[in-house]
């Protein structure tokens, strides 16, 4: 699967250079790219670059600032199918770089294994994947279903799903199994007026017991001096179907978590495809998609917030069209909280948040603008950056952050 959010653009401008790169087998394993600003300053981000052909098969690759000479951690992504995109070269961008400037860097092949320290930690127990930065928790991933509280009805049984989410310090944003909405469980996917075959299925509210989202597999899991990342399959399922259940959607996750600590950077790809001959009608709708259920110390109003990039707020927030969302409270004492950034490419483009009127809760809903049917063979992807923060959250630095995912530096090839 191709995973683009914050992916640079990049030109072949001369293909080689004669490299005297420590481990490198030959000249044409070493290229000069050049990293530039644009429009913006540009300071802490994520730089992926497709590998060009002569280094897509390198096993480990090389990283050097040119004008300090500074080796810099760079991590490339899995071996790519044939018929896919090619693996990338990734490093964070850390030293602030100025708008219309550029910095230049050599990128080698090299068969010797570098010395690096792992940054960033996925680890998959056989019931849930977790991921830490540095040592310090970020989100858990639930592989294994888990069951609701003792009270609850074993409909919410519940696998798919990421809960706990931590700020740097160690704040839990999120809640699973809610009292007053036990079906919400920290980032989770799922539509709510849908038809099937000719039957209406509610993948949203599993009380109903017409659909259901369940974790199928873990297919990759990586960690690195400069991302963790994983991807898992997951499946809904129509509950009414018979005389069995059937499968109508297969969805892939693939989550990136960044080596940042003084905020967690979170990319997640979604794309769901049909999982038989039938479309899934997706009609309209006040809210259904890509949600997020925050802590529970925030159900009481006064507690907590949402602040966008349109300047709303829970008062006149709800059903406008901003690029980016954050819920934000007071947790252990402290302000913290989450922001969620929308990527342009996705469908329906600034789609509509649904802001609960009382609840710590929102989701980014494109069927408030209308009916939509995900086809056979055309499958729905969308892209989320997740930014979690301790403090207040800071219009700027999140309109930054958002220009930074949506409108990234440009990479090319120079020498």
């Not at 500074?70 to 090619?86: F, G, I, N, S, Y």
């Not at 602030?96 to 230049?104: D, F, K, M, T």
């Not at 991302?227 to 129509?238: E, I, K, P, Q």
Request: glycine share 6%; net charge negative; aromatic share 8%.
């Amino acid at each position: 699967m191709k995973f683009v959010p914050g992916c640079v653009a990049w030109t072949v401008t001369a293909i080689t250079l004669a490299a005297s790169v420590p481990g490198t087998t030959s000249a044409r394993e070493s290229v000069v790219v050049e990293v530039k600003a644009g429009d913006h300053e540009r300071q802490h981000v994520p730089i992926l670059f497709p590998l060009p052909p002569q280094l897509a098969d390198a096993k480990t690759i090389w990283l050097q600032q040119i004008d300090s000479g500074e080796e810099l951690p760079v991590q490339r992504t899995a071996a790519a199918a044939a018929d896919a995109e090619p693996p990338q070269a990734v490093w964070m961008l850390h030293d602030r770089l100025p708008a219309h400037q550029a910095r230049s860097y050599r990128l080698s092949a090299t068969r010797f294994d570098r010395d690096r320290k792992t940054a960033v930690t996925c680890t998959d127990d056989g019931r849930s994947v977790t991921v830490n930065v540095r040592g310090k928790p970020v989100l858990t991933y639930h592989t294994a279903a888990v069951a609701p509280p003792a009270g609850l009805d074993t409909v919410y049984r519940r696998s798919g799903f990421i809960h706990p989410l931590q700020t740097p310090g160690g704040r839990v944003l999120t809640a699973a199994f809610p009292a007053d909405h036990p079906h919400q469980h920290g980032i989770f996917n799922a539509w709510v007026k849908t038809e099937f075959d000719g039957r209406p299925v509610d993948f949203w509210n599993q009380a109903g017991g017409t659909g259901a989202v369940e974790h199928v597999e873990v297919t990759s899991l990586a960690s690195g001096p400069v991302f963790g990342d994983f991807s898992v399959r997951l499946r809904h399922v129509d509950l009414s179907a018979k005389p069995e259940p059937v499968t109508v959607l297969d969805e892939t996750w693939t989550i990136r978590v960044y080596d940042r600590t003084d905020m967690f950077l979170i990319d997640l790809e979604s794309e769901q495809r049909c999982a038989t001959e039938l479309p899934l009608v997706v009609q309209e709708f006040h809210y259904g998609g890509m949600a997020f259920r925050g802590n529970s110390a925030w159900l009481d109003p006064t507690k907590s917030d949402f602040l966008t990039s349109e300047g709303k707020s829970r008062a006149d927030g709800n059903h406008t069209r901003p690029r980016w969302t954050d819920l934000f409270g007071v947790l252990q004492g402290r302000p913290c909280g989450v922001a969620v950034l929308q990527h342009p490419d996705n469908l329906r483009f600034p789609a509509p948040v649904r802001l609960h009127p009382s609840k710590p809760y929102f989701v980014y809903t494109p069927v408030v603008l209308g009916e939509m049917t995900i086809e056979p063979e055309q499958p729905l992807t969308s892209r989320y950056r997740y930014v979690l923060h301790d403090g207040r959250p800071d219009a700027a630095l999140l309109d930054t952050a958002w220009t930074d995912y949506a409108e990234p530096p440009t990479v090319r090839i120079i020498e």
